[in-house]
């Protein structure tokens, strides 16, 4: 069984928009935080976003704050990451995760995102 997986990945050019998805696998995801993460080439896997299972509170890396923004829908059990005015360093692989303990500690298969300059 796979607990998380997304989508919405692909090629786009600077200033561009994508809209990534996550789907669980179960309602029980609704209730844990939950954060995209990325990874490029020879980095660090890095959180971009969060949002918190309850409040929906968010936060942000400095480094999208104000052009990324990330949603759930508890009725399709889905969290989103709106990207917009994507620039080259933004590229990656993207993962959603979520907080089932203390920690991140399901992952999906990550989805990647090129932005072309």
Request: aromatic content about 12%.
């Amino acid at each position: 069984q796979v607990d998380l997986v997304e989508s919405g990945g692909g090629l786009v050019q600077a200033g561009g928009s994508l809209r990534l998805s996550c789907a669980a696998s179960s309602r029980a995801f609704n209730y844990y935080p939950m954060g995209w993460f990325r990874q490029a080439p020879g980095q660090e896997r890095v959180l971009v976003a969060a949002i918190s299972g309850i409040t929906d509170a968010t936060s942000y890396a400095d480094s999208v704050k104000g052009r990324f923004t990330i949603s759930r829908d508890y009725a399709k059990n889905r969290v989103y990451l709106q990207m917009n005015s994507l620039k080259p360093e933004d590229t990656a692989v993207y993962y959603c995760a979520a907080k089932r303990g203390t920690t991140y500690d399901t992952w999906g298969q990550g989805t990647q995102v090129t932005v072309s300059s």
